[in-house]
């Protein structure tokens, strides 16, 4: 079954280290989303990449990095940077059109301590 | 700038009542429109979305929500809910040909389902 692969599903990091989540897609998708997921806050685009070997940065980049050097994978690297990091991330994908919905995986709770 | 208003933070309901979750959203574009279910700790699933034509779209599981133009809304609505449908709800809503592909989400509309 085609699907977005979130690992690992929780995450614990000591503050001040940087901590890469992964995010892997068998949809042929061309676009692929991270987010940031606080209670109350709803969803907050952090980067996105339309094509391999581009991305653009969302709403929230501070303190985050990306790559995108395969289609199927879109890691998200939060660096010692991020003065807030513990969240949930969600990675998802999409075809390249406005009114393709996203698909999304099962998130990863990272908590920084 | 594209913005989605979920006005309820909370909503509990008794099963088999019917239920709304409001949704209204702020563009000078025409919009796609999405509503996504995530359980918890989990990623969000789409529920339905209202591309074109009918302004009324409905999902698998009894869900229906219809787009309004002239009010900008797009309220989600079951007539009878179940205990199973316990999750957070989100509308979404993306401009039409931005070229973008960036999705608005509201802030979320947790649903609860009292025995």
Known sequence: ?113 | AQSVTQLDSQVPVFEEAPVELRCNYSSSVSVYLFWYVQYPNQGLQLLLKYLSGSTLVESINGFEAEFNKSQTSFHLRKPSVHISDTAEYFCAVSDVGSGTYKYIFGTGTRLKVLA
């Open chain 1, 1 to 113: 079954d085609g699907g977005i692969t979130q690992s690992p599903k929780y995450l614990f990091r000591k503050e001040g280290q940087n901590v890469t989540l992964s995010c892997e897609q068998n949809l042929n998708h061309d676009a692929m989303y991270w987010y940031r997921q606080d209670p109350g806050q709803g969803l907050r685009l952090i980067y996105y990449s339309q094509i391999v070997n581009d991305f653009q940065k969302g709403d929230i980049a501070e303190g985050y990095s990306v790559s995108r050097e395969k289609k199927e994978s879109f890691p998200l690297t939060v660096t010692s940077a991020q003065k807030n990091p513990t969240a949930f991330y969600l990675c998802a994908s999409s075809r390249r059109d406005s009114n393709s919905p996203l698909h999304f995986g099962n998130g990863t709770r990272l908590t920084v301590t």
